[in-house]
């Protein structure tokens, strides 16, 4: 080492942390809440009675919420660990004195309860929705016509929650699993020891702005988290004085049943959708459609693949099911080992349906097509969603809880 006398080194025994990298985030984001008015709404309307509540109301573990889902900590664990040493300027941020120990926060998510959930969905709602958008910059896609359609994407995703193997042994207790009120058995392709959370998303689709969450033990109440979805969205369009028929809602083939496109037309909006099942392929009337040269060809970006397109018009898929524009895509199968996942293989070819309520004039199949597999789909945008190493999403033993934490997150 070259000594130099301009150099003065000083140490200490004592701690200095140093100041997490997201806290400048968290900063503008308390301060952009208060001048809204949201933080003290927060505040005041979210309310939580419980047997014992102590020094803490809820807002300040909402704020601590809000801070972990901004923080990008992949654990809870870390997050306490990097926000304690600057606890009482975090707590400032929101006006709040004292930051809560890490161990109440697990107890407050237990006793979370569904009129405590709505009120803070709720608040999100009104305030999100409206914040520094007008009806013009909320976008919008034009038809052949004209006609504005604004496009809505519900998908939902699938998490796995690994677990470790239980002992067998006559002598222990009878085993309790913690996450058997947030998780269930439900389809993942993955391990059939894992049990999975289902989370569907609203997404506006030209803003980007959260719609709603809402979430299910296993494969989740598709039916009735696709209502409340609905629900968000027609309040959203009511906030901009628009009609419901303005909405055009992108689906994925989980919805494309009876039970969910009724839904969707009852309400009002626009759908487009892939098809549950294939026997509209045997109807006469899409016997005769297919006998003839395809409406249109396009290729797949991804594949190069020539695909042919059929538009069958207006009819019912299946009984029970309401008269709706049905779309056939075809395209030639692969060679015989290769795996088929999406779409019915049929002789030489591979059929894949869509079903949509978009007018004849309007929209071209190609349009309908480019909507369902491009503009209107949102993977990009949940690209985190599919991540397996998240722990974020089980941050409650509790199904209010959980779904609190998720609705913070939006």
């Known amino acids: 080492m070259i000594p130099n006398p301009c150099i003065e080194v000083q140490?200490?025994?004592?701690?200095?942390p140093s100041v997490p990298t997201w806290f400048a985030e968290v900063v503008m984001v308390a301060q952009h809440l208060a001048t809204t008015g949201l933080l003290d709404a927060l505040a005041h309307q979210v309310r939580l009675v419980r047997?014992?509540?102590?020094?803490?109301?809820?807002?300040?573990?909402?704020?601590?919420?809000?801070?972990?889902?901004?923080?990008?900590?992949?654990?809870?664990?870390?997050?306490?660990?990097r926000v304690t040493p600057f606890g009482a300027a975090f707590m400032a941020l929101f006006g709040r004195a004292d930051l809560p120990h890490r161990a109440t926060l697990s107890p407050f998510l237990a006793s979370v309860d569904p009129p405590c959930l709505e009120a803070f969905r709720a608040l999100f709602e009104q305030n999100s929705f409206v914040q520094r958008w007008t009806n013009e910059s909320i976008g919008g896609i034009?038809?052949?016509?004209?006609?504005?359609?604004?496009?809505?994407d519900v998908d939902a995703t699938r998490q796995a929650a690994r677990q470790r193997a239980l002992p067998c042994d006559?002598?222990?207790?009878?085993?309790?699993r913690r996450l058997n009120a947030v998780c269930g058995?439900?389809?993942t392709g993955r391990k059939r020891g894992e049990v999975v959370r289902t989370r569907t998303v609203a997404l506006q689709m030209h803003t980007r702005q959260w719609v709603g969450t809402y979430a299910g033990r296993g494969n989740g109440d598709y039916q009735g988290e696709l209502a409340s979805a609905l629900r968000a969205i027609t309040t959203y369009l009511e906030f901009f004085a628009l009609p419901a028929k303005v909405a055009l809602v992108r689906l994925d083939g989980q919805y494309g049943d009876a039970v969910a496109i009724t839904l969707l037309i009852e309400a009002g909006v626009h759908l487009v959708t892939r098809a549950r099942g294939y026997r509209v392929l045997e109807h006469p009337h899409m016997q005769r459609v297919l006998a003839h040269p395809p409406t249109a060809c396009v290729t797949q970006v991804s594949t190069n693949e020539a695909v042919e397109l059929f538009d069958g018009g207006w009819l019912s898929p299946s009984e029970g099911m309401p008269t709706i524009r049905v779309i056939v895509a075809r395209h030639r199968a692969p060679q015989s080992d290769k795996r088929i996942s999406v779409g019915k293989h049929i002789g030489e070819w591979?059929?894949?349906?869509?079903?949509?309520?978009?007018?004849?004039?309007?929209?071209?199949v190609e349009d309908v097509l480019d909507?369902?597999?491009?503009?209107g789909a949102f993977e990009a945008v949940l690209a985190d969603e599919d991540v397996e190493e998240d722990p974020d999403r089980w941050c409650s033993y509790t199904e209010c809880g959980q779904e609190l934490w998720q609705v913070a997150c939006q």
């Open 185 to 187: 058995a439900g389809f």
């Open 142 to 152: 034009w038809d052949r016509q004209g006609c504005r359609y604004l496009v809505f």
């Open 350 to 364: 591979v059929y894949e349906i869509f079903l949509t309520t978009l007018p004849l004039e309007g929209f071209l």
């Open 170 to 176: 006559p002598t222990l207790p009878a085993p309790r």
């Open 11 to 16: 140490t200490s025994p004592d701690e200095r």
């Open 51 to 81: 047997g014992r509540f102590g020094s803490y109301e809820p807002i300040d573990f909402l704020a601590l919420l809000l801070g972990y889902a901004i923080s990008g900590e992949r654990t809870l664990a870390a997050f306490f660990e």
């Open 371 to 375: 909507l369902y597999h491009g503009r």
